[in-house]
């Protein structure tokens, strides 16, 4: 078996093995099977599920469809089982460091664990999520789409002409005359291509544009040393939204504030229930006297 492979394991297994209980396990305990003997201990398939069932989805579908997967995945385990146990005949586990990094992954299990707790205790309801839509609609609405149009002017001081001819309050079509390029087609954020120009995007300075107004002009914008004026010429309005046609995108968006939310709460709370206090003050001193050592 190739190093390569326990390693990963490994990282696997630190990473995702505690997150879950198993459905593998819970499914099979009746017919729980051993998978490996290590002398006179047994490794039973329920212990490996429950790990399992900790991965990915992408990887719990490996594991559950895919006979060489599931293989290579027990191999992995029973690997990393042995080399413990020799580890711990070694007392390599009563080592300073190795301790140390117990008690750090210790830490994080708990943590991971408490905040996973807490998060399953809430209870996002349909009223919540109805009322959040409503203070964040406009996040939700169709975007505005506007049509321009363009001149090209060879110099700054060209530009800064017609735009002084602009703000005296000449037509845009008059001064542009023949050279005036019309845009066909809308433009938006979701598809800010401006076919004209080869569909150069417009997304950075969209919001921009729309706040002209039909009848507006932009600033003059310099690209490869030439400079362009742009004018909205059309604009149709943002359709109005409503809360079933981004119910998923709603609940999802809902969901993320919900739980950074509890986490943030979690935290703040945990800390002043155990008091903390960092000294930022002591790191910021020692860390100047480092560098002045270095």
Same mark, same amino acid.
């Given at each position: ?103 750090? %992954? ?74 005036? %390029? ?31 107004? %039909? ?46 939310? %509890? ?32």
């Amino acid at each position: 078996m190739r190093l390569r492979g326990v390693v990963f394991f490994v990282l696997v297994l630190v990473l995702f093995g505690t997150n879950a209980i198993s459905v593998y396990a819970e499914e099979s305990v009746a017919d729980d099977y051993v998978v490996a003997t290590l002398g006179v201990e047994k490794i039973y398939f329920s212990e490996v599920a429950k790990i399992a069932d900790g991965l990915s989805q992408e990887l719990k579908n490996s594991f559950a469809n895919d006979l060489q997967w599931r293989y290579n995945f027990i191999q992995n385990y029973v690997t990393l089982y042995a080399l413990a146990k020799r580890a711990a005949d070694e007392k390599i586990d009563k080592n300073e460091e190795v301790n140390f990094s117990f008690e750090n %992954v210790k830490r994080q299990i708990l943590s991971n664990k408490l905040v996973s707790d807490t998060l399953s205790k809430v209870n996002l309801t349909q009223e919540n999520v109805e009322r959040y839509f409503e203070s964040a609609k406009v996040n939700y609405q169709s975007d505005e789409d506007i049509r321009l149009s363009y001149v090209k002017l060879s110099s700054k001081e060209e530009a800064d002409s017609f735009m002084n001819q602009l703000n005296k309050g000449k037509e845009f079509d008059r001064l542009a005359k023949k050279s005036k %390029v019309e845009g066909n087609d809308f433009i938006s954020k979701a598809n800010p291509y401006y076919k004209e120009l080869g569909n150069l995007s417009f997304a950075n300075v969209l919001d921009s544009f729309t706040a002209l107004g %039909v009848g507006g002009s932009s600033n003059p914008v310099e690209m490869n040393s030439e400079f362009y004026i742009f004018h909205v010429e059309e604009k149709k309005p943002a359709a109005k939204v409503v809360l079933a046609q981004v119910r998923d995108r709603v609940i999802q968006d809902y969901t993320r504030q919900v739980r950074e939310t %509890v986490v943030t709460n979690l935290i703040n709370e945990t800390m002043e229930q155990k008091e903390v206090i960092i000294n930022t003050d002591i790191i910021t001193e020692q860390f100047k006297l480092s560098k002045k050592e270095e």
